[in-house]
Every structure is written in structure tokens, then in C-alpha cells.
């Protein structure tokens, strides 16, 4: 199949997380997924980020890019961003989805900010920066299931 061994199942539970501890996991990876609406149709972009003071998820792209028509074209646009880190072999992990406000970072300060805090990992011109204000946190944290 897909070369997971299946034969040795581990009893896992599912443990919701606080938001404090959602955006901290969230902040220890560099990369997600940025959903949207794209012709009245979700869409779904790998990009990398960062959380700065643990409240903005900040996203780095193409001035051309999709994402980035769809947030300058609607004023307070929805989007959703997850990202995990769940081991394929144990299946154990964590899970983040934050739901807000995706706006364009206008304020040259802060673009110059991001720019050297967040490098693009695809080749390309990245000169758009979009901060996601996270309305809605939330999060589960997969664990073996204690038995007796």
C-alpha cells in the first residue's frame, strides 16, 4: 500500500486543545495551508508562515498569486489556515485550524519585518505579505489511548 505498517494498531484519542497551546504548536512549524474561496469554490495553497506575538498568522506570497487577488479584491475576507504534525508511521500529532480576517500588510515597517523573518521556499518574486487574524482557534492533539 503505502508502505504505513497496518498491523500494529495503537488505541488513539482525540484531545481538543486551548488556543494558547493551538497557536503555539501552529508557531513551531514553518509551513501550512491557506484556504479560500475561488470562484465560489474553496481553494487550498501550501505557503509557509509565522505567528508574530502568537495572535497573527503571517503569510508570505505572490502579488499575482490568487490568495492575494481574493484578499485585496474583498475588504475583510474570510480564510482558514491549517497546518500538523502527525507521524505517518504512529499516527500521532497534532492538528491546527484558525479561522479570521485575511488582510494585506500595507505598513513598511512590518513588511520589512516579515521579509527577513519569513523566507519564501518556492523560486520566485514573494512581494505581498497577508496577516490572518485568527477569530476561531482550534485544535486536537492525537494520543495513544491508555488501556486499563
Partial sequence: M???PTDSFIPRRSVQLRRAEALRLLASVSFGRVIFTRDALPAVRPVN???DDGEIVIVR???TSRLTSVVRAE???VVAYEADDIDPIAQLGWSVVVTGIARPVTDPELIAR???LLRPWVDGAMDSIVAIEPTLVSGMRLVE???G
Avoid: Q
Fill in 2 to 4: 503505502n508502505g504505513i
Fill in 49 to 51: 508562515h509565522l505567528v
Fill in 61 to 63: 506570497t505572490r502579488l
Fill in 75 to 77: 475588504p475583510d475576507v
Fill in 114 to 116: 516579515y521579509e527577513r
Fill in 145 to 147: 489511548k491508555k488501556c
